[in-house]
């Protein structure tokens, strides 16, 4: 019995259950399903990662890193150099969410492959772990950050968490322990130990500590499965203790705590929502009512200019991450409704250009953004995929309108292999030769076969001749 707020909950063994669930993994493969999807949400999210070298924040992270030999640390991202474990895993994780463009998982609403990732290649070399292993370890971060999404949301978010900070950080430890392969008891102190140092506030949306908030993740969690792993001790009940994480963030409240009982039944990455590639640069609410637009641009008799108005019709849920009325760099127009919708009726599409500092005078300046009004809906009232019908008046009277339940990448309408493909290339073009971009692709595809993830890590690591990454 856990005491919460006055009022005794029923909680069994939340994190003991999760443990049995996470060491069961290594004796049995998940399902073949499964582990396909981890394989290309892993390729998809090395992309981004190097996508994401190319953005300032880079050097900058990389002037305060200290590099250590090769066998003593782990890779940075095209950097030709090599860290602390917790530094390469910092490093990679803020790259890895840099231009947002990384998977999503609901009901978490968060960013899991961008801290469980970094973390993978930051543990690789630790127990040489084969690439089958990597991929379970991949799936038990997921089971991780998707349970707590549906244990704690949508009172989490709503308080203000950036849960790929806060899940991420949880997730990730997971994947490290199992990385290591931690012990039951090393396991549990894993987790505890991440807890108390999870944290990531919606405040700094639209800035690179949004992407920051995802590197201390992957950092944080490798760092507490290294001091398990030495002994450091911790609460192994950190999940349903009165003061541990779920009644701790959640402020007492808002907690359904019957989703701790059900670890991998369903196993997360295999639900309806549970996880999701994305197939445009902006923030994930935006991602419907882009596609919606888009659509919408062809039957626009007389073209842009005869717009009147724009109505957004939205779940009470895009207010949330939806912050900016207005843009004035690319970071705050992925958060930017107006942006976003004026940027696919202009373009036809919206792209990692789309978002370049020097694109946000032009597509505001063709004024269709304020012509944007985001509206709660019942059409759309409770999606959790942020589900949005798009209505466009002209200026000669016509109405269209367009309903996206649900955004291309989501399980159900999951990435052809000529569209990852063509998303990865997207991502590596200009940053690394199409020599090494192709490297990295073929082995993150083949990764289940691989006896260990040397080849990857050094593909990954490789230094570019395309872009200074060396420290500012």
Request: negative net charge; proline residues 5%.
């Given at each position: ?65 200290f590099d250590v030999p090769a066998n003593q640390g782990a890779p940075l991202a095209i950097a030709g150099r090599h860290a602390s474990p917790q ?41 040489r772990v084969s690439g089958a292993e990597a991929l379970s370890a991949y799936i038990v971060g997921i089971e991780m950050v998707s349970k707590l ?191 976003c919708i004026a940027a696919a009726l202009l373009d036809g599409d919206v792209t990692l250009k789309t978002f370049e500092d020097g694109e946000v ?112």
């Amino acid at each position: 019995m856990c005491q919460g707020a006055g009022k005794p909950r029923l909680v069994t063994r939340a994190t003991a259950g999760f443990v049995e669930f996470a060491l069961a993994s290594r004796e049995a493969a998940f399902p073949a399903k499964a582990r396909a999807m981890a394989i290309d949400a892993t390729t998809d999210l090395l992309g981004c990662m190097v996508a994401g070298a190319g953005e300032h924040l880079a050097s900058m992270l990389g002037a305060l890193v200290f590099d250590v030999p090769a066998n003593q640390g782990a890779p940075l991202a095209i950097a030709g150099r090599h860290a602390s474990p917790q530094d390469s895993a910092l490093y990679n994780g803020a790259l890895a969410h840099a231009i947002d463009y990384d998977d999503v998982t609901h009901p978490a609403y968060a960013h899991p492959g961008a801290s469980i990732v970094p973390t993978i290649l930051a543990t690789a070399h630790f127990e040489r772990v084969s690439g089958a292993e990597a991929l379970s370890a991949y799936i038990v971060g997921i089971e991780m950050v998707s349970k707590l999404g549906r244990t704690l949301n949508t009172a989490h978010y709503k308080n203000g968490w950036h849960a790929s900070a806060t899940f991420g950080t949880m997730g990730a430890a997971a994947t490290a322990a199992a990385m290591l392969r931690l012990d039951a008891d090393a396991f549990a102190r894993t987790l505890a130990l991440a807890a108390s140092a999870a944290s990531g506030l919606r405040a700094n949306f639209g800035t690179m500590t949004k992407p920051l908030h995802v590197g201390y993740a992957a950092r944080n969690a490798v760092l507490a499965a290294l001091m398990a792993r030495e002994g450091v001790t911790a609460n192994p009940e950190i999940l349903e203790h009165p003061y541990g994480f779920a009644e701790v963030f959640n402020h007492h409240d808002g907690i359904d705590w019957e989703q701790f009982e059900t670890w991998g039944d369903p196993l997360e990455i295999l639900t309806e929502f549970g996880l999701g590639l994305k197939p445009y640069p902006a923030c994930g609410a935006a991602h419907p009512p882009i596609e919606s637009a888009i659509r919408l641009r062809e039957r626009i008799v007389g073209g842009v200019e005869n717009i009147r108005d724009i109505r957004i019709g939205v779940t009470e849920m895009h207010f949330e991450p939806m912050i900016y009325d207005t843009a004035s760099t690319g970071l705050e127009a992925k958060f930017c409704m107006g942006y976003c919708i004026a940027a696919a009726l202009l373009d036809g599409d919206v792209t990692l250009k789309t978002f370049e500092d020097g694109e946000v005078p032009r597509i505001n300046a063709s004024g269709i953004g304020e012509k944007v009004r985001m509206e709660l809906d019942d059409r759309v009232k409770g999606n959790t995929e942020f589900g949005a019908v798009v209505t466009i008046t002209t200026k000669s009277g016509d109405m269209l309108e367009e309903i996206v339940p649900l955004a291309v990448g989501k399980p159900e309408r999951w990435f052809p292999k000529e569209k990852l493909r063509s998303k990865f290339d997207d991502c590596c073009r200009g940053i690394i030769d199409d020599a090494q971009a192709s490297e990295i692709y073929e082995l993150a595809q083949s990764i289940e076969q691989t006896v260990d993830l040397s080849a990857l890590t050094n593909a990954v690591g490789r230094r570019s001749e395309l872009v200074d990454t060396s420290p500012r």
